[in-house]
């Protein structure tokens, strides 16, 4: 076979040696499409799992909802009255949407907590054990609030590891100590890893609801419900009759859109992954199309070689040389071209997001959503044979037009 012949190597290795500033173009061109498209691809990896770290334990088909101030007059209430969502709100939307699967309420307190001499302000909140089915928070140590909290109304919290460095010295024992809320003690039994871009923060502590109510003076007053849908149900139809449920009966007016205000997570992650999704094609489209650019670069210098190397393919042909041996000259050096120069940007761009990685992973800004920005090795195997089909088939243009060459009208060319 040709491949094999030692003769044939020599013969791609002076023609390319030939004219090597050409080579070299031709190469980078290659080379940086390659480059451009591993190195965009890792990118958009990296986001993909810097979400999926910020979303770890986030039930994504979930939303919030509170009260605000109306603003339409109805049943004879003024316009701008204020009012509270009740206990009894959450129990009537379990029975009223079969849809729901989990529905918990919060209230939530910026309060000063004390440990021994050490005090700060941090967000406190009252909640559910169900709340940390929809929003897992990392126990590292302890545990979170029960059912026997709740029913007992037990002076517990769980509290961020944020919270530990704020108030706690270094090797002091956590678990079990005290810290007073309203000058009331409470037994630290959790302490939950935090992470700063989550809605709680590392700086949070959780109490039972029950608890909380009554440390609060809340009564039955709930600060916001958090809701989680079923995934085969459409969250942002949900959204909009549970709302439309509490207008009735609040006495709201069913016009009324400023009364209830709510966040819906579900709509805002189906953003983010069709963000994502959109980022991925353009990044396949655009990394494709600069790949076929350099390959276009490898057809147009064979066409041009083959016309400088006329004579040589004459004689070859006068000396009984088969056309599929002039063809196979030149698909061979196509695909030498090809190989090693998108070897080299895929090298390239393998180092360039190793650079990224070390860079994120050693920046004191923890806020960059980049993680592990790599390349699956299964696409970048695919896209690199097909990047060498490619050449190939390009490489057929110059083959061809160099069997048309008549051998007596070669050996003419001067």
Same mark, same amino acid.
Do not use: C
């Given at each position: ?98 849809? +729901? ?96 871009? @989550?809605?709680?923060? @590392?700086?949070?502590?959780? %109490? ?77 489209? +655009? ?75 050693? @920046? ?16 970048? %195997? ?33």
């Amino acid at each position: 076979m040709l491949i094999f012949k030692r003769d044939t190597w020599s013969e791609i290795y002076h023609a390319l040696d030939k004219n090597k500033a050409r080579t070299l173009i031709t190469m980078i061109g290659v080379a940086w499409g390659m480059l451009l498209f591993v190195f965009l691809l890792g990118l958009v990896n990296g986001m993909r799992n810097g979400f999926d770290r910020d979303l770890k334990g986030t039930s994504t088909n979930s939303l919030f909802v509170w009260t605000q101030q109306t603003s339409i007059p109805y049943a004879g209430f003024g316009r701008g009255r204020t009012f509270n969502m009740k206990v009894s709100d959450v129990d009537a939307i379990k029975k009223e949407f079969p849809e +729901v699967k989990i529905i918990v309420p919060r209230n939530r307190r910026n309060t000063t907590v004390v440990h021994g001499t050490q005090y700060k302000s941090y967000s406190v909140y009252g909640d559910f054990p169900e709340q940390n089915k929809m929003f897992v928070k990392k126990i590292i140590h302890g545990r979170f609030i029960t059912p026997d909290d709740m029913r007992n109304e037990s002076k517990v919290v769980v509290i961020g590891d944020g919270v530990v460095e704020d108030l706690y010295t270094k090797g002091e024992q956590v678990i079990g100590s005290q810290v007073k809320m309203n000058n009331v003690a409470f037994t630290v039994v959790g302490i939950y890893e935090g992470q700063e871009r @989550s809605f709680e923060g @590392s700086r949070s502590i959780f %109490s039972p609801f029950t608890t909380f109510q009554k440390l609060f003076n809340e009564g039955e007053n709930v600060g916001f419900v958090a809701i989680n849908i079923d995934d085969e149900s459409d969250i942002k139809k949900a959204e909009e009759n549970i709302k439309n449920f509490l207008k009735t009966r609040h006495n709201v007016s069913p016009d009324d859109t400023q009364a209830f205000g709510s966040f819906n997570l579900g709509e805002m992650f189906g953003k983010i992954f069709n963000f994502m999704k959109g980022l991925e094609f353009l990044t396949v489209v +655009v990394g494709f199309l600069t790949l076929l650019a350099g390959v276009i670069a490898v057809s147009s210098i064979l066409l041009i070689t083959v016309k400088e190397r006329t004579k040589e393919f004459g004689i070859r042909r006068a000396l009984g040389a088969k056309p599929n041996q002039i063809i196979g000259q030149i698909l061979l050096e196509s695909s030498v071209i090809t190989f090693f120069s998108g070897l080299i940007g895929i090298i390239l761009g393998t180092l360039v997001l190793m650079s990224v990685n070390n860079f994120v992973e050693n @920046s004191e800004d923890n806020n960059i959503p980049l993680v592990n920005s790599s390349i699956d090795i299964y696409i970048l %195997s695919g896209a690199f044979l097909l990047v060498l089909i490619m050449a190939l088939l390009a490489g057929f243009i110059p083959a061809m037009r160099a069997i048309a060459i008549k051998p007596i009208d070669a050996l003419r060319e001067e």
